[in-house]
């Protein structure tokens, strides 16, 4: 079990080594996140381009976080956004460093 752990934690380590630069960033990907759960539909990591983030999307209603989409944007235009619809809450925060969306 240590050589599991052990084995994941050095690969991560080479993995940010060599992406670690100010281009790129490993984000958490995940398509349907419950906040009462956790990630139901894991895609694991996602490794942006130069010009992307990481984003995380965020859907409330009454005040509460019903579920989330984590994931690596195509473009600075979907950052930051707030849509208010029929008392549902849409709202997006990108970052700019390892693993900031989860």
Request: charged fraction near 15%.
């Amino acid at each position: 079990m240590t050589r599991i752990v052990f084995g994941g934690v050095f690969i991560l380590f080479c993995l940010l080594g060599v992406l670690g630069n100010n281009r790129t960033l490993i984000c958490r990907s995940c398509n349907l996140s419950l906040s009462f759960h956790g990630c139901l539909l894991d895609f694991g990591i996602c490794i942006t381009k130069p010009g992307q983030y990481c984003i995380k999307e965020a859907y409330s209603k009454g005040g509460i976080t019903w579920f989330s989409v984590k994931g690596c944007t195509e473009s600075h235009d979907e950052c930051f956004k707030r849509n208010i619809e029929y008392y549902v809450v849409h709202s997006t925060h990108c970052c700019r460093y390892h693993f900031c969306n989860i």
